[in-house]
């Protein structure tokens, strides 16, 4: 394990002693081979500097911060040989000499078939990498993941086996993940976060850098984390944190449970057993880290607390509302380490060997293509009736109020004019479910399936008794725990069932939905990320097929006034991360909610 104010090679096993893949009773059949320490002080010390004495401090830096680019991974001295997996090897660039070097040995078998997997590997493109974190200085600490063997050896070289080969940047992200003390893993939905997660912690148990992890995700998640676990490390252990006071606290103390999950709610309840100073985690991952994006909360305070040797976070969605989101993640990252009044231009350098963000159309090229088509909807005469009662009624209220006016007055007449656009509240008529239907039959008539989203359950259950011929199912908060993986498994197996009735909340996250190749927004969420999010539960790895999405809009309405202010946010996500074309907006402010009836 490396610990931050010091070298890489202080691990959490001895450094006189090969990495172990068992303790406490827990044993894998399986282990990774890293290159030890005492070779790689062996390695530094072997560079002949250009002064007798060792160089001082501004040298090491130089040297540490080019080390990985100025060595060729690829060939290596025999007298290193044995020292190394057979199946990596490197060469120090030229004008950079060892010192004497031993008498000779006579080659033995393991030096023979290592030399003939070094020259296989000459011939193989892609090779992937760790690539020391930025904040190592000195040069034994870089050396120390760049003479690492490459993913792809590791995972050879310890027989690790996965339902299905990765992706190469999913082999990128894990060599991101593997040496960082702090990061953020920000690809987008449906790139996979979940795996790279999983393998980078299998492949650090296995190497005996980790024996305490402690995975934390929405309570929605866990057995979708725990199916995960099972596919991409089956031979580790995973302890889900569950039960009664008393059967929790037993879980807490065990000793010998490698991998433990737990869900945000549940920290609350179990407060004082994680604020104990013998609980200690060498890793603790943040699944759907954005939960913790209000400093101030009690699910915030509580993260930060827990005593941890490395802070991963995973969110496709890093910032939703503004900067402060990141800044509020980093927090449990590396503390006081960003500010909110910082440049933005400033925030992005500083964090930039700290967060990994790819997107779908940077690195799935052959990937089917998100299509979208926003529809301007116009509303039936008794819904335009109602709405413009409403505004109406509602905005001379509102400037009647003076001093008295609040945000939560404003928002209240926002809710209510999105809801007419929904549905007539006296008649129930809805321009929207008439498209909706219309399009329902032809997607049913083709035997595909679609889900529809909403940010009410009452509008998804007013949908779906008139569209009962296409076998609606429901998935929302109303639906127990319990009970949603069964929606979900008859709903992808049932012929009949070409729809699945959504709420943002319910639906936004943890999902895998790629066999639908239809999603509709029924009404829109204030916040673009999180629609993003929902949308990506069809258009994700294992797609098939092109994914249509639609998005409702009720022309002439707060609907089509909101979406223009969303549109015009959409470039803070992208400056920060240097994206265009794909936004991740903040919602609206203060002011812009207030604007939307020209209200100060």
């Known amino acids: 394990m490396l610990h931050r104010n010091s070298t890489a090679l202080e691990l959490t096993h001895a450094d006189n002693e090969a990495p172990s893949a068992s303790w406490a009773g827990v044993s894998f059949s399986s282990s990774l081979e890293l290159v030890s320490s005492e070779f790689v002080l062996e390695v530094a010390d072997s560079i002949v500097w250009n002064s007798e004495s060792e160089p001082d401090l501004s040298v090491q830096v130089e040297m540490a911060e080019n080390v990985n680019q100025e ?76 003479l690492q063997p490459p993913i792809e050896s590791l995972v050879a070289s310890a027989r690790l086996e996965f339902p299905f080969q990765p992706f190469p940047y999913q082999l990128e992200g894990i060599a991101f993940l593997f040496p960082r003390e702090a990061a953020i893993l920000a690809d987008e939905m449906g790139l996979g976060k979940t795996m790279q997660a999983i393998t980078t912690v299998r492949m650090l148990l296995l190497a005996g850098q980790l024996r305490n992890v402690l995975l934390i995700c929405p309570k929605p998640l866990v057995t979708n984390w725990v199916r995960e676990f099972n596919q991409w490390a089956p031979e580790i252990p995973v302890t889900v944190i569950e039960g009664d006071s008393a059967k929790r606290n037993w879980i807490w103390a065990q000793r010998n449970a490698p991998v433990r999950i737990a869900n945000y709610e549940l920290l609350m309840r179990d407060r004082a057993v994680l604020e104990d100073p013998n609980c200690h985690f060498d890793l603790v991952v943040l699944d759907e880290a954005q939960r913790i994006k209000n400093r101030n909360s009690t699910t915030a305070h509580i993260v930060r607390s827990l005593s941890r040797s490395r802070s991963w976070a995973l969110t496709g969605t890093p910032i939703e509302n503004s900067v402060e989101d990141l800044v509020n993640i980093f927090e449990f990252l590396s503390p006081g380490y960003l500010r909110s009044d910082m440049h933005l231009k400033s925030i992005s350098q500083a964090t930039r060997d700290f967060i990994l963000r790819r997107t779908k159309d940077k690195v799935l090229t052959e ?53 007419i656009c929904n549905f007539d509240p006296a008649s129930g008529a809805s321009c929207k479910l008439e498209r909706l239907e219309a399009d329902m039959e032809e997607i049913a008539a083709s035997g595909r399936k679609a889900i529809v989203f909403s940010q009410w359950v009452e509008t998804l259950e007013r949908i779906a008794e008139p569209l009962a011929r296409f076998g609606p199912m429901q998935y929302h908060g109303r639906i127990p725990s319990s009970k949603r993986d069964a929606v979900i498994k008859q709903f992808k197996e049932d012929p009949t069932k070409h729809m ?8 936004s996250v943890g999902l895998n939905l790629q066999f639908c190749e239809y999603v509709f927004l029924f009404d829109r969420w204030w916040n673009p990320a999180i629609e993003d999010q929902a949308v990506n539960r069809a258009h994700r790895i294992g797609v098939t097929g092109p994914v249509t999405v639609t998005r409702m809009i009720a022309a002439d309405t707060i609907e089509q006034r909101i979406h223009e202010v969303l549109e015009q946010k959409r470039e803070l996500f992208n400056q920060l991360f240097a994206e265009s074309g794909k936004p991740r907006t903040s919602g609206l402010s203060q002011e812009e909610i207030f604007g939307l009836f020209n209200l100060k």
């Open 367 to 419: 990937m089917p293509p998100k299509m979208f088509r926003d529809e301007q909807l116009e509303l039936t005469p008794s819904q335009w009736e109602a709405y413009k009662f409403a505004e109406d009624e509602g905005v001379v209220q509102l400037a009647d109020m003076e001093e008295m006016l609040t945000i939560q007055h404003v928002f209240e007449l926002v809710l209510r004019l999105k809801q």
């Open 71 to 146: 060595l060729d991974v690829h060939a290596i001295p025999i007298r290193f040989s044995s020292k190394l997996p057979q199946t990596m090897g490197f060469c120090f660039p030229e004008g950079v000499e060892f010192c004497q070097p031993q008498k000779q040995k006579v080659k033995s078998d393991v030096d023979v078939e290592y030399e003939r997997d070094r020259q296989s590997l000459k011939t193989k493109e892609s090779r992937t990498r760790i690539k020391p974190p930025a904040d190592l200085i000195k040069l034994e600490d870089r050396l120390y993941f760049v």
């Open 500 to 507: 699945i009735l959504m709420s943002y909340g319910a639906g």
